[in-house]
Structures are given as C-alpha cells and as structure tokens.
C-alpha cells in the first residue's frame, strides 16, 4: 500500500529561484494494483517517486508505504520497496549474480535465504546462461532482466517503475511490461510513471495526471474518458494539462 | 551502527577495484615499479654519464703566462687536458660548451713563483656543468701540486721539515650513527614518498567510488537499496583508507628492495658517493604504518568529500589536481634541512607527518610529539570523514546537475 499525503518538493536554483518539482500530491495505491502517473518530461514523475523511494527527501508532506513513513522510516520503506528505473544502471564490474547478491545481502538476507532466492529468480528469469558474465558485458535485454532481479532478491510488497521502458526495443519493452503485470498478479502494489499512452491503456488500474508538479487528474481510464467525453486517451491528456502546460526549460 | 552492511559495501568495492585495471596501475603498479625503474634506471643512466664525463679529456683554454714558458708546457702535458688556442671570446666558448674551462695566469707568474711571492689563478667554469667542474678539477690538481712543489724546494733549501706544509690539519669529525646521519641526509624522502603515495593511492578509488557512480548512474541504484548513507560513505570510506595504506606500504618495500638490491649488486652507485646507507628497520617500518593510518584516514576522507561533489571523475579530476600542490609543500618540508618537529609543528596536518616520518627513520621517539601529532592528525581526519558522511546525506551533493 502506498499512500502519498501531500507530497511537494522545492528545489533552489541560482538562476531560476525556486522550483516547485511536486506540489501537494496525494494519492493512494493499493496492493494488487498498478497505480500509473501519466506525464510530460518535467512534469514531476520523477521527483514524486524518488520520494517514495526515499532517494529524495520531501520538502512538505509525506508518505507511508507499507505502514512505514518515508520520512521517519527511510530504511524501512526502501526495505519493503523495489525500484527500477532507467537511471538505475548496474556496476560494471559485477556479475549479474554478484550484483544480484550485493543487494539481497544490504537488504539483510542470510546467506542460505539468499542463495535459493537468487537460484529461484535467476531460474524464473531464465538468466543462468548469464550469471556470470559483468554486467557491462551484458546485452540491453540482459541489464534489464538483471536490473529486475535486483528489485526482486528481497521479494518486496511495493514495486516502483521510473519510466522503465525509455529507450528499450519493442521486445526488452515487453519483457518489463509483463514483468510488472507479474507483480500484479503477485499481488504487489505497483506504481510507474510513462509517457506512454498504450502502456497506460495495458497497464493501469488507475491514472494520475501529472504536469507542473501537481496531479491534476485521477481515475481509472474508463472514468477519465467518461469524464472528459473522449476515448483516445492522448487526447483526454492533452485536455488536461493544456491549461496548465509551460515547457520544461521555461520552468 | 550496523558493521555487517559496511563490511558488506567494503567487501564489494573491494571487489570491483581489484577489477578495475586504472585502480590496480594507481595503487598497486606504480608504486611497486617507480623506485626500481627510479633508483636502477637513472641510478645506471646517472653512473654512465658521470663515468663518461671522468673519462673525456677537457678542452681548457690558456690566458696570459706567455713569460712562463715551463708551466705552459707542463700544463699541456696534463693527462685529459687539451689546450686550444686563446681567444678573447672564451666566455661564449665556456657558456656554449665548446671549451670546459679557461685558466688565467697573472703577468710574471713564474718569475712570481720562484720568489715565493703571492699568486692568484683564476679558473673561469660553467658552474653546474659536470664536464667543466671535471676540467676545473683537473688544472687546480695541476696547480696545487705546483705549489706543493715550489713550497717543498723551499723548505728543503732552508731545512726545515716537509711537515711544516701541512702543520695545521683541521678535520671534522661525525659522532653520530650512520643511520641518523643517512635519515639527515635523504631520510626525508621516505615521509615524503609515504605522504605522497598515500595521497596517489586514495586519489582514484576515491573519485571511482563517488563520482563513478554519478557517472555510471549507479548511485540511485544503491540510494534505493536499504543501506543506510553513513553505512554506505563509511563503507567505501574503508576501502579508500585501505588502497591509501596498501600503495604507501607497497611503495616502502619497494623502496627498501630497490635498496638493497642497488647496494647488493650496484654497490659503488650506494656508496661511492659516500652516502650512508639507511637500515629500515622493521619496528620503524610498523611505527611509520602506524603513523600513516591518521594520514591516510584523512586523505580519504577529504578526498571522499570533494569528489562527491563533482559530477563525473572528469571534474573530480580537476578538483583534486591542485589539493596534490597542497599536500606536496608540507611533505617535501621533510626534506628541507633545518626544520624539526616541535609542539607547534605538531599540530599542523601534513607537516607534522613528515617531520614525525623522518624522525621515525633515524630512531629518534619524541614521546609526547608523537602523541601530539597522532591525536591532532586523528581529530582533523575525524573532522573531514564527519564531512564527508555529511556530504553523503545531501540530495543537493548526490542530485547535483
């Protein structure tokens, strides 16, 4: 369970003052479900679930995930979360299995816990022709599938997804994007942020609208296209946030 | 304080810096191949041409003593001497190194001479050139065995005894060890390669560990794992502290075998110049580790802390670059002659090590200076590493674009 109240967060910039990156964003995301934040590049995604993830610290606000708050208890939440995004590259100098391993033991797995998971996943991952290959040998489909047994190896309740599919081909895109329909189904409490339309039509359970750091709308996308009297879904975004869209470089 | 997740941290970076070929030449190869390649390969290169200079006859020029015909010809005769034709531009032929030395005679220097009256002779040289220091050498051996001579014959005529010559012997003598004498004389080094190298071997790892993860985008990665961030800086606070120790110690024995074995199979380049060897003895060798530990605590940590703040070992790179001069002038102030350690100097960081390093290597314990250096040094790398785990809590630092 994931439950934002109030989530903001200020940045200073020398020449730009301050920035409002997240301001007063509420939402709740329940296990069994995939929470999408739908946005522009700058929109706030990102800063929104760094502070989930307890990367960054929230300036107003908070949030609890799993009964734990990621301001009082940041060691707790990151324990019950797995986090995956584009920008969480892999050490080049590890095997997938070391660098699997590495994060199951700072996650406080013992040795024999810790050696049957990662069996288990590298099995379900199909990743033992791998395992011993360093990662900056390893193909774009295989840092991904590595990337996903990192998030993984301590079997977290929670998975957060930062644009997990930017930059990927079709097929290592398709690998993630049933990677996180398993969490579903696993019942794990997912929320990812996209650009993308159709991974939000395939996807989510419910949609939050994001621009300018404030979510603007919220619903699952058949109440979006009943409220906004449209069916294509890119369209009901561009109505939303038309109003409330300044280019990422003018803010 | 959980010690598993830092050994854990520690454990895997030490892991990926053994794998990491820029790592290993930093800390591991160059220390271990500067002295021998340093001490054999210039050592020989310096002996060859030191030996090539001894055994090339100078080019010396003559002016004036056209009324001393016999010391003209027996100064043409000298072994390695060859005289060239006088010429009023000498001083271009000295500073252009066509000729190595121009000797000057004064008018009636003969006639002068056979009077007992006082001379001078004036040798003009190349100051600092081997060749003419050779040259210079040579026409002034010729002229005090002149003396010599005119001054025998004259003490022979009037009966008086040869030892009149040399009646008055001044002489200095050493009372103290070798091994002072050889820690006073280039003892000074050691500090200063100790300092240096543990400088040179944080240097990398530490830009790797903090800035290379910027770079690789790693840091998130592990941001988003449960480490908590002092475990996470402390842990690779650890293995910097460990590549400063292992690159200072490395670069010791090297220098040690270097040597011993210079002096085992080169024994005229250790001696021949008269330098005492200096025995590093193996309580020196640990007391000077010991000492080290402080130092190399604070090196990593302010190295930690300023190449977290770059964005990529680039800048880290030319951040570090002039904090290098920094460490340097203390660390060389071993060697300056004159300055010891005292409770002022005690405290100041650097300095102190090296002044302390040196006093180490002659066998010389100040007691309460080494306390009062081991405390001070303790409590700034205290101060740096707190900084640095500081830094290690700043989304500002981590986040930085």
């Not at chain 1, 050696?115 to 193909?139: P, Q, Y």
Request: proline share 5%; charged share 20%; glycine share 6%.
């Amino acid at each position: 369970m994931i439950e934002a109240r109030g989530l903001s967060k200020r940045f200073h910039n020398k020449k730009r003052g301050e920035i409002r990156a997240v301001d007063n964003v509420s939402f709740v995301c329940k296990p069994g479900q995939i929470y999408g934040l739908l946005g522009a590049n700058g929109a706030g995604k990102t800063t929104t679930l760094r502070m989930l993830a307890t990367i960054l610290e929230p300036t107003d606000g908070t949030a609890v995930i799993c009964g734990y708050d990621v301001i009082e208890q940041p060691e707790k939440v990151r324990a019950s979360v797995g986090f995956l995004s584009t920008a969480t590259a892999l050490y080049p100098r590890l095997s997938a299995q070391e660098l699997v391993e590495y994060f199951g033991r700072l996650n406080g797995l013992d040795e024999p816990t810790l050696k049957k998971r990662v069996d288990d996943i590298f099995n379900r991952l199909d990743m033992n022709g791998f395992r011993d290959r360093r990662c900056d040998k390893l193909s774009t489909g295989m840092k991904q599938k590595t990337s996903i047994a990192r998030t993984l190896v301590h079997d977290p309740p929670v998975m957060i997804f930062d644009e997990p599919t930017v930059g990927l081909d079709v097929m290592t895109a398709r690998t993630i994007t049933a990677f996180i329909r398993e969490c579903r189904d696993r019942g794990k409490t997912v929320i990812f942020s996209t650009h993308v339309m159709s991974e939000v039509e395939k996807l989510c359970d419910t949609v939050g609208v994001i621009q300018s750091g404030k979510l603007l709308a919220e619903g699952t996308v058949t109440q979006l296209r009943d409220k906004y009297a449209e069916h294509d879904l890119e369209e009901i975004f561009v109505k939303i946030v038309t109003p409330h869209y300044v280019h990422v470089e003018a803010r | 304080m959980s010690l598993r997740n830092i050994v854990v941290v520690y454990k895997k970076e030490l892991l990926e810096s053994l794998r990491d070929r820029r790592t290993l030449i930093s800390s591991i190869l160059v220390p271990l191949l500067a002295f021998p390649v340093l001490m054999v390969g210039i050592g020989e290169l310096a002996s060859e041409l030191y030996m090539e200079a001894s055994h090339e006859p100078s080019k010396i020029m003559i002016l004036g003593g056209q009324d001393s015909p016999d010391v003209l010809d027996r100064l043409t005769k000298v072994k390695n001497l060859r005289v060239v034709p006088a010429s009023p531009n000498y001083i271009d032929l000295i500073s252009n190194k066509k000729i190595r030395a121009v000797v000057e005679l004064p008018p009636g220097f003969q006639a002068s001479a056979e009077r007992g009256e006082h001379l001078t002779v004036k040798i003009y040289i190349f100051s600092g050139d081997l060749k003419s220091t050779f040259g210079a050498t040579r026409i002034e051996k010729f002229f005090t065995e002149y003396r010599d001579e005119r001054l025998r014959r004259k003490l022979a005529a009037e009966k008086l005894p040869e030892g009149l010559m040399n009646f008055l012997e001044i002489k200095q003598q050493n009372v103290v060890s070798p091994e002072k004498v050889a820690a006073e004389t280039y003892g000074g080094f050691i500090p200063y390669i100790v300092i240096l190298m543990c400088m040179t071997g944080a240097m990398y790892p530490a830009m790797d560990l903090t800035a290379g993860e910027k770079e690789r985008g790693t840091i998130e990665t592990i941001l988003s794992s449960p480490i908590e961030r002092t475990h996470l800086a402390l842990g690779k606070f650890l293995l910097v502290v460990t590549a400063s120790l292992v690159t200072a110690s490395l670069a010791v024995i090297s220098m040690g075998t270097s040597v011993t074995l210079l002096s085992r199979f080169f024994p005229s380049h250790v001696e021949g110049e008269g330098l005492p060897i200096l025995p590093i003895h193996f309580e020196t060798v640990i007391a000077v580790f010991i000492i080290a530990v402080p130092v190399a605590v604070l090196f990593a940590a302010v190295l930690l802390a300023i190449s977290l703040f770059a964005r990529s070992i680039k800048e880290a790179t030319s951040y570090l670059t002039p904090l290098t001069f920094a460490v340097i002038m203390p660390a060389v102030a071993g060697i300056l002659p004159g300055i010891e350690l005292t409770s002022k100097l005690a405290v100041i960081p650097i300095l102190s090590a090296s002044l302390l390093f040196k006093e180490l290597v002659s066998g010389t314990y100040h007691w309460n200076l080494i306390a009062l250096m081991f405390l001070s040094t303790s409590i700034y790398a205290g101060i740096a590493l707190f900084i640095a785990v500081k830094m290690f809590q700043r989304e500002s630092v981590l986040f930085r674009s």
